[in-house]
């Protein structure tokens, strides 16, 4: 489940106890994605799979992508490793921008899965649920670390944020990685298996 960072924002706000948090919206949208992107877990981003329309051997990107998975031609597609990419030849593909290029596909219809960053209705990016502290405390820390390098607050509550802020990480990137019911339910049969039986 995703929540908006529009939420997060408020919860930061409330926390610092600031009036228009609406003066730092930007930075605060880009604090919440570096955090989602240090909090790294699998399940950060949303899988997605789209069918690009290719034109000159080239198309575009969708605007929500984070991280290229797979790419599917009639057979599945690699990236190339050549220096001067135009030179490729078979199934191959490399990414300019926001176009991708292909070797030897010039017009039609290619399938991509990739990682992308969700949205709300309004557009604005959505964090995992149960990242929400983490993501809270990154934002915070950005935000006051301004201030201290301004000389306005001392080092030890820059210092203090930051600590939070790595021990909310681990603790959001642990609870991700956990397995679930079944997962641990396996493990348990797998284990069981391994022992060996008394006479």
Known sequence: ??????????????NLGLNNPSEHIESFIEWAFEAEEKIGS?????????ALTVTDSKALLPTDLMTLIDVKGITFMEPTQKTFKADSSGDKYWIVGSY??????KEGTVDIAYKALATDDEGF??????H???????????????????????????????????????QARG?????????????AKYWNALIPERE
């Not at 699998?42 to 789209?50: A, L, N, R």
């Not at 405390?137 to 301004?150: A, G, T, V």
């Open 42 to 50: 699998f399940s950060t981003f949303t899988d997605k799979e789209s």
């Open 125 to 130: 990016p959505t964090i995992k649920q149960g």
């Open 100 to 105: 991708i290029h292909f070797s030897n596909v």
């Open 132 to 170: 929400e502290d983490a993501v809270a405390q990154y934002i915070m820390w950005r935000f006051k670390s301004i201030e201290y390098y301004n000389g306005k607050i001392a080092r030890y509550i820059v210092q203090d944020l930051e600590k939070r802020w790595y021990w909310l990480c681990a």
């Open 1 to 14: 489940m995703q929540v908006s960072v529009k939420r997060i924002i408020g919860n930061v706000a409330r």
């Open 175 to 187: 609870k991700d990685n956990l397995p679930s019911e079944a997962e641990m339910r396996n493990i």
